[in-house]
T-cell receptor
Framework: NAGVTQTPKFQVLKTGQSMTLQCAQDMNHEYMSWYRQDPGMGLRLIHYSVGAGITDQGEVPNGYNVSRSTTEDFPLRLLSAAPSQTSVYFC?????????????FGEGSRLTVL | AQSVSQHNHHVILSEAASLELGCNYSYGGTVNLFWYVQYPGQHLQLLLKYFSGDPLVKGIKGFEAEFIKSKFSFNLRKPSVQWSDTAEYFCAVISGGGADGLTFGKGTHLIIQP
C-alpha cells in the first residue's frame, strides 16, 4: 500500500505565483486534511474534508483553496503565493469516528516562496 | 475551541535517562488524546493514543502516557531513553466525532546525547 502520497516533495515559487500540492490516499479514508508545519508553531490545520464534496476551513485557511471531488484526492491550491506561505505542508487521512485522530501522514511538501 | 500546551520546547537528555514530556489540553468535554513523533527528515507517525478506559496507555518503542482528567493532562513518559529517540514529539487532541480535525501542540524537540 502506498498510503498517503504527496507531490511535489520540494517546490520553489516566486511571490504571486500559483500552484497545487497534490495528495492522494489509497486507504479509502473518508477524512482528509492539510496541515502546515512551521518551526515553533507545531502543526496548524489549513483545510479538512469529511468526504467527497465536503470541505471546511481549519485554523489558517487564508490564501489556500481545496476541493474533494473523489475520496482519494485532496489537492491544496495556493492562489497567489506569499513568503509567509513558506512552510512544510503535510496531507493526512483518517477514518471517521474514533479513528479520526489516528492520522496517516504523507511525507510532506517543502515549499519556499521567494 | 480546544487547545494543547506542551511545556517544554527543547529537552536534552543523556542516554538511559528517564523522560517525561508535559501536555495539557483545554477542552472540557470528551476528548481523545494522542502523541505523535517525527524523526529527523520523516513525517509524523502515531506513538500512542487514549480513547477511554485505563488512563495509562502504552505505545510503541517503550513509551507510555497517563491521562489525568482532573488535571487535563496527558504526559508522555519513557523510563530509559535511547539515542534513537531523538525526534520531535507532538501532543494532540480531538473532540466529538472528530470531524473538525486534530489540534496539535507546538511540539517538543528531544535530543538524546550518547
Amino acid at each position: 500500500n502506498a498510503g498517503v502520497t504527496q507531490t511535489p516533495k520540494f517546490q520553489v515559487l516566486k511571490t504571486g505565483q500559483s500552484m497545487t500540492l497534490q495528495c492522494a490516499q489509497d486507504m479509502n479514508h473518508e477524512y482528509m486534511s492539510w496541515y502546515r508545519q512551521d518551526p515553533g508553531m507545531g502543526l496548524r490545520l489549513i483545510h479538512y474534508s469529511v468526504g467527497a464534496g465536503i470541505t471546511d476551513q481549519g485554523e489558517v485557511p487564508n490564501g489556500y483553496n481545496v476541493s474533494r471531488s473523489t475520496t482519494e484526492d485532496f489537492p491544496l491550491r495556493l492562489l497567489s503565493a506569499a513568503p509567509s506561505q513558506t512552510s512544510v505542508y503535510f496531507c493526512a487521512s483518517s477514518r471517521p469516528g474514533l479513528g479520526a485522530g489516528e492520522l496517516f501522514f504523507g511525507e510532506g511538501s517543502r515549499l519556499t516562496v521567494l | 475551541a480546544q487547545s494543547v500546551s506542551q511545556h517544554n520546547h527543547h529537552v536534552i537528555l543523556s542516554e538511559a535517562a528517564s523522560l517525561e514530556l508535559g501536555c495539557n489540553y483545554s477542552y472540557g468535554g470528551t476528548v481523545n488524546l494522542f502523541w505523535y513523533v517525527q524523526y529527523p527528515g520523516q513525517h509524523l507517525q502515531l506513538l500512542l493514543k487514549y480513547f477511554s478506559g485505563d488512563p495509562l496507555v502504552k505505545g510503541i518503542k517503550g513509551f507510555e502516557a497517563e491521562f489525568i482528567k482532573s488535571k487535563f493532562s496527558f504526559n508522555l513518559r519513557k523510563p530509559s531513553v535511547q539515542w534513537s529517540d531523538t525526534a520531535e514529539y507532538f501532543c494532540a487532541v480531538i473532540s466529538g466525532g472528530g470531524a473538525d480535525g486534530l489540534t496539535f501542540g507546538k511540539g517538543t524537540h528531544l535530543i538524546i546525547q550518547p
